[in-house]
């Protein structure tokens, strides 16, 4: 596990958007750790444009976020537009 993702910081986001720290299946709760180590990532590569291997997780990221996101959209509507207006995701 990456150093800026601690235990603690996972299992607050899976509690704000999962429903319980437990529950790290939820869609939503993966989407929300999704987007922050998206955003993360999108930090460290301002700092070091040359790291390759961190651009091409971050588009793997990317690319699981949409897919999940996608499947949000089809299942639940409703939950879907809460959930990228309260990640401030556009789309």
């Known amino acids: 596990m990456a150093e800026y993702l601690t235990k603690e910081k996972k299992a607050e986001i899976f509690k704000e958007f999962g429903g319980s720290d437990k529950n790290t299946g ?3 709760g993966q989407v929300a750790l999704f987007t ?3 955003k993360e990532l999108s930090k460290h590569l ?3 444009q040359k790291d390759h291997s961190s651009r091409r997780a971050l588009l793997t990221l990317v690319g699981k976020r949409k897919r999940l996101l996608g499947y949000l959209a089809k299942k639940d509507l409703n939950g879907y537009r809460a959930l990228i207006e309260k ?3 556009r789309k």
Do not use: K, V
């Open 87 to 89: 990640l401030n995701i």
């Open 26 to 28: 939820s869609t939503e």
């Open 36 to 38: 922050y180590r998206i």
């Open 46 to 48: 301002n700092e070091n």
